[in-house]
């Protein structure tokens, strides 16, 4: 598992490699659909998400969320 804990916002991959996101979305830094703060875990499916690649890293900031999966990518 890995967390990163920005100033709005976490995120948490699960040990399938899928991410859990919560917290402020006004600009969409949770990478889902809406802008709506959400106060429970969101889902974000690797296998729709991240091109069924498992999530291995994350990193949160004041604004902003990423993820590096194991193929190497990067997505923000």
Same mark, same amino acid.
């Given at each position: 598992?890995?967390?990163?804990?920005?100033?709005?916002?976490?995120?948490?991959?699960?040990?399938?490699?899928?991410? *859990?996101?919560? $917290? &402020?979305? *006004?600009?969409?830094?949770?990478?889902?659909?809406?802008?709506?703060?959400?106060?429970?875990?969101?889902?974000?499916?690797? %296998?729709? #998400?991240?091109?069924?690649?498992? #999530?291995?890293?994350?990193?949160?900031?004041?604004? *902003? $969320?990423?993820?590096?999966? &194991? %193929?190497?990518?990067?997505?923000?």
């Amino acid at each position: 598992m890995a967390m990163s804990l920005g100033t709005y916002l976490t995120l948490v991959v699960n040990e399938d490699g899928n991410v *859990h996101v919560f $917290g &402020a979305n *006004h600009v969409g830094q949770l990478g889902t659909s809406d802008v709506l703060q959400s106060d429970v875990p969101t889902l974000l499916d690797k %296998d729709v #998400v991240f091109d069924r690649q498992e #999530v291995v890293m994350v990193s949160a900031g004041g604004i *902003h $969320g990423t993820c590096v999966t &194991a %193929d190497g990518s990067l997505w923000t």
